[in-house]
């Protein structure tokens, strides 16, 4: 969402609306409007939106004619301002305290971490000094702290409005807010062309070496409004000018027209609108209207005037706001601004505010000497009370405990604070505003403020908006609760019960994804991390249903009772604390899911760019609403993008934070789909391969399913074959993976989810009304209480896909979802090109334009285009059509590449005769070869060779060759053809690395014959030779200079040489070959010496030498007991003790140098896992000699093992555990249970390893604790 007011790009927007100019040379921003019939003059005035004081270089005429005037006039409404805040702030960046706070949060980590409840901490406190907000700021004052010296206690635009209001005058907007709002964030900050150079250096010339910042502050300051219109010209895009200034011009100018009628006016709009032939000035000229500038000096008169305005109050209206769950009720002066438990009401009349900011304490679940105590926020008093502080009063009673504080900033505005310590949270209600005003009018407010007191009542509690009951102590605070929120917020319960000291607790949460999780793992997950936070690693389970899961525990020696529920993609956390069973029962047995309302404030939304309409809530999605603008391109496009597809997705939401995604696709022009049937199913297989992990398909996939007979069901089961296929991790270096060496941890584990994907309750049908396709199916997964509702909808050249989750017994009884999906509707736009028509004819009318930029842009779309054999007539169309020029290469040779690929005699002809023609340039010579590479079939290699036989191709860019190899690679079966006779090109610099690529991926396939090696073994024994000189440098040179010769550093540097492995290996028979192998295993890089074992293994041939040299080296060890008892069994492994084998696993996985390092055994601990034993064992390691300047540093590690039925580890079953820094000696029992934590949950996308840090800064700490 664009932000307003709220980025640099804002700023300069709202200090550049400041000015422009007025027809004649006179310096002035106050104008005389008379004339045209009126009875009275009028007036206008040309302001700056910010409170700097050049903004405020007044004239007495100001104070003269805006005192005198009947109506005064702004911009827009800032009552209208105020109400759009909540719609602007969503709650997670606007307050400028949540800006800071959210870098140093120590809570973020997986979804299930969101449950585990922070301890009040010190930065949480000092929020609640911060009297001003940042949206109240945005609104009353746009000061900042650091220049208030330098500024006005508010901008001239507010201080023109609160002058109209003290002074009893009428006060209007010239505009709609919205409407303005609206302006801005249709911008179009992409279609934005570079200035000429005659603009820019127009632009240095007027600068005169000043920031434009510098520059426009001067001719402000000097009212010279003609170099202000100037700078505006040469620095606004001229839509950004249409849309910012002309057209918000003649809207004002018709308000002026309108308001001067009716009495004496005086208006102020920002200076950038008086200026230029559509400038305020001009449009009101031309309506007949005199207007001439107004000279003035501002002398003491006018200060006085100022004076007296910035004191004089008007008496506020205060009206008793009551928050949501009646713990708190106060006075407030005006609009409310909510921003999560917060909530603020400015004084627009007078510049004060009212604030309230709850926090919860959640101290309840911290140690005794670890609760929160009033003492700690006395602390805080007078580092963060903004000037001095003139009284300060401690109040309490049994269960509440308060302080008041009044005082006065250094510029002299009084303040006041209550702080309010309750049971649960900290409330604090706050009053500021300029001068005396908080001491004029403070009574009103606090002498009425009631905060609820505790009592052991219990009663049900149900949200605003409808989704659950539960039974809880009357006593009790709720956040998130709202009745038509513009944010939805996740809903968080907590209740205090007097009778024993109980305390309660319930978070509602939503992930911002669905994942088809197992549901079992979720409930139980939710109260392990909880546990897990607070030292409780032990807890029972007492009960469980189909969704839910109740446990106890003891924290701090206190018991605790917990509760998860499981409602699609709402998640549940309750709990109580120190309750009785009496108590717990009747919180967890009263919880019930009940409908939400969702029934109201819907509108129908009609996109205008991708043509579709149907039923939102208008709050929730009210941005939406007001972005729903044509996308019209100011410049034209590219001369070759003028056929382009189109995307876009939209997430709709309800008042109660249930969401609806929505998917579009425009298809490009040239794109074809088989049939309707077929690209259902095309779309749904590409739903469950990215469900399935597995590489997404394009959007803009131009490979349509054939529309073949075979059942869904068996397009299922392919994909889970496939996905159950993926039993041992390739994850990254380090965890389950090194080189060769491949764990079965997931396997042995059961780590991996194999449950199968179903579509149930599938419906396809047409819509004859309005001519488009549905097909709707929930989607499930065995294990997930939650499915996915799923529409499709083709009207043909545009796709949509909806989804949103619902829980597993979904019952159609969401009136949000039901309503969006039954009302969304395709426009009845008929899009000129069929998807399913052949678009050959097509391409061939657009290659044969007169228009340059068509005719372009028609071969750069050829990507989208499917050639077959049935084409060939309208394919030697296209070939006598296009002229192969040097300007149009990079088009032509996408052309040529899917041209080749077509099968068939006939191209076969037109390949060979254009590759030899001399007019045909290296770049389409590729391209040929490119398309031949994807037939697939053995003539089109012949052709190849024969090709690059006739002619070889050396690019300009070596990664062109590079491209050219990797299509062989994906066809190993046909492409082998190449060898030997590609290596006739070894020689060429630009051939020779992907040769040698190409062949090490043949030499590792299904394929690979070393027959066909044999005619250029003596080739690549010479360059194995040069390959293995320069690894034995590299190797010395390290060696010299004591670096280890392992890691990625090693795998990284013999890369070649490890191909050369594979190529040298079939004729190790052979004496000279036998020698190249033994002299590359003495170099004794332990990543090369594993895969030269595990190639000899893998083809049979047991390098029994090698295999022992490795079993004794600590390095190697664990590597080769995994391949050889893999591979090999009938090898005879040595008897090597277990905890040998895992110090050897921790040397190769992270990269331990043992020459510089010390690696100590730390412990061996054992844990189940689904019914697996599980040992771990873990070592200290840290450098011999500490670096100078540097400090000492021990890191953790570890290796995991699964055991088997005779308790022995299982060599090929392991985790590398990542490592861990010991940042905190006593803690390294903590970080182990996270390793072993994190190895067995290694799948699971949500999950937190770590416990949050809430000690880092909460009131633990201080002194007096």
Not at 693 to 719: H, M, Q, R, V, Y
Request: charged share 25%; with cysteine; aromatic share 14%.
């Amino acid at each position: 969402m664009k932000k307003f007011l709220l980025s640099p790009l804002f700023t300069f927007l709202f200090l550049a609306n400041s000015f422009c100019f007025g027809q004649d040379n006179n310096n002035s921003l106050l104008w005389e409007i008379s004339g045209n019939g009126l009875e009275k003059k009028s007036y206008l005035y040309g302001t700056m939106h910010v409170s700097d004081r050049v903004s405020y270089h007044l004239t007495d005429a100001f104070f003269k004619h805006l005192t005198e005037a009947d109506i005064v006039a702004t911009e827009s409404d800032f009552n209208e301002w105020a109400s759009l805040e909540e719609l602007l702030n969503d709650g997670t960046s606007n307050q400028m305290e949540n800006l800071w706070l959210d870098v140093f949060d120590s809570s973020k980590g997986g979804f299930y971490s969101n449950f585990r409840l922070q301890p009040a901490n010190r930065r949480d406190i000092l929020t609640h000094f911060h009297g001003i907000t940042y949206s109240t700021n945005n609104l009353l004052f746009r000061t900042s702290p650091q220049n208030q010296d330098f500024q006005e206690i508010t901008y001239l635009d507010m201080f023109i409005y609160q002058a109209g209001k003290k002074l009893n005058k009428k006060t209007v907007g010239l505009e709609q807010a919205k409407e303005v709002l609206a302006t801005i964030l249709n911008l179009d900050f992409e279609d934005i062309e570079m200035p000429s150079e005659e603009t820019i250096q127009a632009l240095f010339r007027l600068l005169r070496n000043r920031t434009p910042e510098e520059a426009l502050a001067d001719f402000y300051r000097e009212k010279d409004i003609e170099l202000i219109y100037r700078f505006m010209e040469l620095t606004m895009p001229e839509h950004w000018r249409n849309d910012l200034l002309y057209n918000r011009n003649e809207i004002m100018v018709r308000s002026i027209d309108s308001l001067a009628q009716k009495g004496s006016l005086f208006a102020s709009m920002g200076a950038g609108h008086l200026a230029g032939e559509r400038g305020a000035i001009e449009l009101l000229r031309k309506k007949g209207y005199t207007v001439t500038p107004v000279h003035s000096d501002y002398t003491e008169w006018g200060r006085e005037k100022k004076k007296k305005i910035d004191e004089l109050f008007v008496i506020p209206s205060f009206s008793l706001y009551i928050t949501v769950d009646q713990m708190a009720s106060v006075p407030m002066p005006g609009a409310l601004l909510h921003n999560k438990a917060n909530t603020s009401s400015p004084d627009l009349s007078n510049g004060g505010a009212v604030n309230l900011k709850r926090l919860p304490l959640n101290d309840f679940i911290v140690e005794k000497e670890n609760r929160f105590n009033h003492l700690s926020l006395d602390s805080l008093f007078f580092e963060n009370i903004p000037g001095e502080i003139l009284s300060k009063e401690f109040f309490q009673e049994k269960h509440l405990q308060y302080y008041d504080i009044k005082n006065i900033t250094r510029s002299g505005n009084t303040h006041r604070y209550r702080f309010y310590i309750t049971p649960l949270e900290l409330v604090t209600i706050s009053m500021i505003g300029p001068g005396n005003y908080t001491r004029q009018f403070e009574e009103e407010v606090f002498s009425h403020i009631s905060i609820k007191n505790p009592s052991d009542t219990w009663e049900t509690v149900i949200p605003t908006r409808g989704g659950f009951s539960v039974s809880l102590p009357g006593y009790h605070i709720i956040y998130g609760s709202k009745e038509n929120p513009a944010h939805p917020e996740n809903i968080e319960i907590q209740a205090f019960d007097p009778s024993n000291n109980s305390y309660y607790f319930l978070l509602k949460k939503s992930p911002d994804g669905f994942i088809f999780e197992n549901s079992i793992y979720e409930l139980e997950r939710i109260q392990s991390e909880f546990y897990i936070q607070y030292d409780a690693t032990e807890y029972s389970v007492t009960g469980s249903t189909f969704n839910s899961l109740t446990s106890e525990s003891t924290i701090h020696g206190k018991n605790i009772h917990l509760k998860t529920i499981i409602d699609g993609n709402f998640y549940y956390l309750a709990g109580c604390i120190e309750c009785n069973t009496h108590q717990k029962e009747q919180m967890f047995e009263s919880f019930t899911l009940i409908p939400y309302h969702d029934d109201t404030g819907f509108r129908l939304y009609s996109d205008v760019n991708f043509l579709f309409s149907l039923d939102l809530p208008y709050r929730q999605n009210e941005l939406l609403f007001l972005t729903n603008t044509p996308t019209v391109r100011v410049k034209p496009p590219d001369k070759d993008e003028w056929f382009a597809s189109a995307s876009k997705s939209y997430s709709f939401q309800s008042a109660n934070g249930h969401k609806v995604d929505l998917f579009v696709y425009r298809y490009h022009p040239y794109i074809t789909e088989v049939s309707v049937d077929s690209l259902f199913r095309k779309l749904n297989r590409r739903f469950l391969t990215e469900y399935a992990g597995k590489e997404n398909a394009e959007e803009a996939s131009t490979d349509p399913l054939n529309d073949e007979e075979d059942s869904f069901a068996a397009l299922l089961l392919e994909i889970m074959e496939k996905e159950s296929q993926n039993t041992t991790g390739s994850r990254y270096f380090g965890a389950l993976h090194a080189g060769p060496v491949i764990s079965g941890w997931e396997h042995e584990l059961d780590l991996i989810n194999n449950s199968p994907y179903t579509f149930e309750n599938e419906q396809q049908y047409y819509v004859e009304d309005g001519d488009y396709h549905v097909f709707k199916a929930f989607v499930r997964r065995e294990g997930t209480l939650g499915q996915l509702k799923r529409m499709i909808v083709f009207k043909d050249g545009i796709r949509y896909i909806l989804e949103t989750p619902v829980p597993y017994d979904y019952n159609n009884d969401n009136t949000f979802v039901e309503r969006l999906f039954e009302s969304f509707t395709p426009a009845d736009t008929i899009l000129p090109h069929s998807v399913f028509e052949n678009k050959l004819p097509l391409f061939i009318e657009h290659l044969q334009s007169d228009n340059d930029s068509i005719r372009l842009s028609a071969l750069n779309s050829v990507t989208f285009l499917n050639f077959t054999r049935a084409d060939l007539p309208e394919i030697q169309k296209i070939l006598d059509i296009v002229e192969i020029t040097n300007r149009e290469t990079e088009y032509i040779k996408v052309l040529f590449k899917k041209i080749a690929e077509v099968n068939d005699p006939h191209i076969f002809e037109f390949i060979d005769t254009t590759y030899r023609k001399h007019n045909i340039n290296t770049t389409l010579k590729l391209a040929l070869l490119k398309g031949l590479a994807n037939q697939k079939n053995h003539y089109a290699y012949e052709k190849i060779i024969e090709l690059l036989d006739y002619y070889l191709p050396i690019p300009e860019r070596k990664v062109e060759t590079q491209r050219l190899f990797r299509e062989f690679e994906r066809n190993l079966e046909y492409s082998s053809a190449l060898i030997p006779r590609i290596f006739d090109h070894f020689i060429v610099e630009e051939y020779k690395s992907p040769i040698l690529d190409f062949s090490r991926k043949f030499a590792q396939s299904s394929n690979f014959d070393a027959e066909k090696l044999e005619p250029v073994k003596d080739i690549i024994l010479a360059n194995a030779n040069i390959e293995f000189r320069r690894t034995r440098s590299w190797v010395n040179n390290r060696k010299s200079q004591k670096r280890k010769i392992l890691g990625f550093d090693a795998v990284n540097t013999t890369r070649d040489l490890l191909t050369y492995i594979y190529l040298i290996h079939p004729f190790t028979g052979e004496e000279r070959f036998a020698q190249w192998w033994n002299n590359v295993s003495e170099l004794q890089i332990p990543e090369i010496q594993i895969e030269m074992l595990n190639l000899s293994l893998n083809r049979m041939a047991t390098d029994t030498d090698l295999a022992q040299k490795l079993l004794q080296k600590e390095e190697t060890r664990f590597a080769a007991t995994v391949l050889l008892s893999l591979k090999d069994p009938g090898f005879k492994l040595p008897n090597i003790p277990e905890a040998e084998l895992a110090r050897s696993a921790v040397v190769l996985f992270d990269h331990v140098d043992l020459e510089n390092q010390d690696l100590t055994f730390y412990k061996e601990t054992k844990t189940q896992h689904n019914e697996k034993t599980v040992r771990f064992y873990f070592y200290k390691c840290k450098d011999k000699e500490t670096p100078r300047g540097q400090v000492e540093e021990t890191i953790l590690m570890s290796k995991g093992f699964v055991l088997d039925d005779n308790g022995m580890i299982i060599p090929r079953a392991f985790f590398s555990g990542l490592q861990k820094p010991i940042k905190d000696p006593d803690k390294i029992d903590e970080y182990i249970f996270e390793v072993i934590d994190q190895s067995l949950n290694w799948n699971n996308q949500r999950a937190t390893y770590e416990k949050n840090d809430f000690t880092a800064s909460p009131f633990f700490g201080f002194d007096f604790f």
